[in-house]
């Protein structure tokens, strides 16, 4: 890292202020070159600003932060200038003119995982905290970055630190005076361990499902009321609506903020068969979506009389919505009520023109997604990554466990769960998995 680095710390446009960030060894030449010196450390310094000609630039705030206490770990300044797309340009050029480049994308906050300021899953907190759109992703990137989910995880460390001691005194000194059952003593730490690794792995999704949204499909046959539900639900024409079956013949996407959290509401293609190309693949395409949602919610046209089947995809839990109660009834609408109890579904009538089953139907889902994602306690893994390798961990263990004859590959087993659990925070990792993870930031952080 010898580079010294700069980026717009700000989304570009035009704004009031724009903030540049520079961080390295060459950030006091800098400062001397383009305002004459190195202001005090940590105080907000109003200072000219001077491009290689002398022609000044702007009239900027400084804030300097010299290393190690910086975000990075390096000398670090930041340019707050005003925000029209002439002063960013001009002061651009300036720091590229005095040999600096441009930053990658998360390059920053690498260099403050690569000096020892953050570890790997605060990092990813990061990344999170500058994403979050919602209340529940913040709260849960701010947990991260300050370091309850490695916090955790260096607890499981230790007890795996632990066991290892007692099983590598049994296998490296078994003729000293060691206690006999030394080895079997690590076994019920390591059992406990499996259980909350186990937990933790599960509990996992909870997490990834605040970060990218609770997802609620709509299904049905056509003309049910998916498009016109969801609509009314978004607040916008998100779907076309027509009188014609088949309208709908991809997935229709609209997120939507529902107590706190994100959720993900799909439109989907009315589920019938059919010998048109294109519509059959939106209905493949619907049922693949709805297999892999958290929630489904099959919509029945109440006043209809054409004989449908119940989709595959629902599960125990779902809700069956007979739609259109504004009209006079059909024989879909009891036959599908009689199905919803046979499956175990939750059913109600409901127009998609009635503010107060609207209400009602927002209120139900917002009771759901807060049972679902809130949780007695913040997740300890946030990203498939993190439960993939508790899963592996977990898996050592239970192999360590199944190692009585041979304890020194029961040791072995407990150091390689141990190297999976420091891939999370990153004490160990490979050099493509930090450029994955990395790649992912937006310049200037």
């Known amino acids: 890292m010898t580079d010294t680095i700069y980026a717009p710390a700000t989304a570009a446009g035009r704004a009031a202020v724009a903030v540049v960030r520079v961080s390295g060894p060459k950030t006091r030449d800098v400062l001397d070159a383009l305002c004459g010196g190195v202001p005090p450390a940590r105080r907000a310094t109003l200072r000219a600003l001077q491009d290689e000609t002398g022609e000044e630039i ?49 390059e920053f906050t690498r260099r403050a995982f690569e000096n020892g300021k953050l570890d790997l899953a605060q990092a990813e907190g990061v990344a999170d905290l500058v994403d979050a759109e919602t209340d529940a992703q913040r709260r849960q990137a701010l947990d991260q970055l300050g370091g309850r989910l490695s916090q955790v995880h260096a607890r499981w460390s230790d007890m795996l630190v632990e066991a290892l001691a007692m099983l590598e005194a049994a296998v490296d000194f078994p003729d000293e005076e060691v206690p006999q059952d030394v080895a079997a003593r690590a076994r019920p730490a390591l059992e406990r361990l499996v259980a909350q690794l186990e937990q933790a792995a599960a509990d996992a999704e909870r997490g990834e499902r605040v970060r990218e949204g609770y997802r609620i499909a709509l299904i049905g046959a056509p003309n049910a009321g998916k498009s016109t539900l969801l609509n009314a639900l978004a607040g916008r024409e998100a779907a076309i609506v027509t009188a014609t079956p088949g309208t709908t013949r991809d997935i229709i996407e609209v997120p939507m903020v529902l107590a706190g959290y994100k959720a993900l509401l799909a439109d ?50 779902d809700l069956c919505l007979i739609t259109k109660r504004d009209l ?73 466990l199944g190692q ?32 994955r993870i990395f790649s992912t930031f937006c310049i200037g952080k």
């Open 58 to 106: 702007d009239r900027a705030l400084l804030l300097f932060f010299e290393g190690p206490e910086s975000y990075t770990g390096e000398d670090v300044v930041e340019f707050h200038v005003h925000g029209g797309a002439a002063v960013m340009t001009a002061l651009l050029n300036a720091l590229a003119g005095q040999g600096l480049r441009l930053a990658e994308p998360g």
């Open 268 to 317: 989907t293609a009315g589920l019938r068969e059919t010998g048109d190309e294109i519509e059959a693949e939106g209905v493949r395409r619907a049922r693949a979506w709805a297999a892999g949602a958290d929630l489904r919610l099959w919509l029945v046209d109440g006043s209809s009389d054409a004989a449908i089947q119940a989709p595959m995809e629902l599960r125990a839990g």
């Open 328 to 400: 006079p009834s059909g024989p879909m609408g009891a036959w599908a009520a009689q199905q919803a109890r046979r499956l175990g579904l939750g059913t109600a009538e409901m127009t998609s023109k009635g503010p107060g089953d609207l209400a009602w139907l927002k209120s139900t889902l917002e009771e759901r997604i807060v049972d679902a994602l809130a949780g007695a306690e913040p997740p300890a893994a946030t990203r498939l990554r993190h439960q993939e390798l508790l899963s592996e961990a977990a898996d050592r263990l239970r192999h360590a």
């Open 404 to 435: 009585d004859e041979h304890l020194e590959l029961a040791a072995e087993d407990v150091r390689l769960a141990a190297r999976a659990l420091d891939r999370i925070t990153g004490r160990i990792d490979p050099e493509q998995v930090l450029g």
